[in-house]
């Protein structure tokens, strides 16, 4: 079993930046995971956000957020970071990250990913 907490959301005015961080502990041995952030705002289905594969060598982000985020891992800390840049009130969501299923070769369904985060609240002030 993995717990995952993420932390760093907060409010931020229109242009501002936050950086979210993601803590895995338990069972886990954290670097053969890949891992992913979603998010879901009021009303709305949880969509991909940012993924990262095992090593960090490769990342990947939804059209709305490249450019402005950028995902990241430390693995001796068991954490998975995202900096978020330029924050638009569209931004505005819970957060959630999330241990990518190593079978997989997709990276942005919710249906690939495993264990999950109670999520950080992210509000975005226009």
């Known amino acids: 079993q993995v717990q995952l907490v993420e932390s760093g959301g907060g409010l931020v005015q229109a242009g501002g930046s936050l950086r979210l961080s993601c803590a895995a502990s338990?069972?886990?041995?954290?670097?053969?995971?890949?891992m992913g952030w979603f998010r879901q705002a009021p009303g709305k289905e949880r969509e991909f956000v940012a993924a990262i594969s095992r090593d960090g060598g490769r990342s990947y982000y939804a059209d709305s957020v490249k450019d402005r985020f950028t995902i990241s891992r430390d693995n001796a800390k068991n954490t998975v970071f995202l900096q978020m840049n330029s924050l638009k009130p569209e931004d505005a969501a819970v957060y959630y990250c999330?241990?990518?299923?190593?079978?997989?070769?997709?990276?942005?369904?919710?249906?690939?990913?495993?264990?999950w985060g109670q999520g950080t609240q992210v509000t975005v002030s226009s």
């Open positions: 999330a241990t990518h299923a190593p079978y997989s070769s997709r990276w942005s369904d919710r249906s690939d990913y495993n264990y």
């Open positions: 338990g069972r886990t041995f954290f670097s053969t995971y890949g």
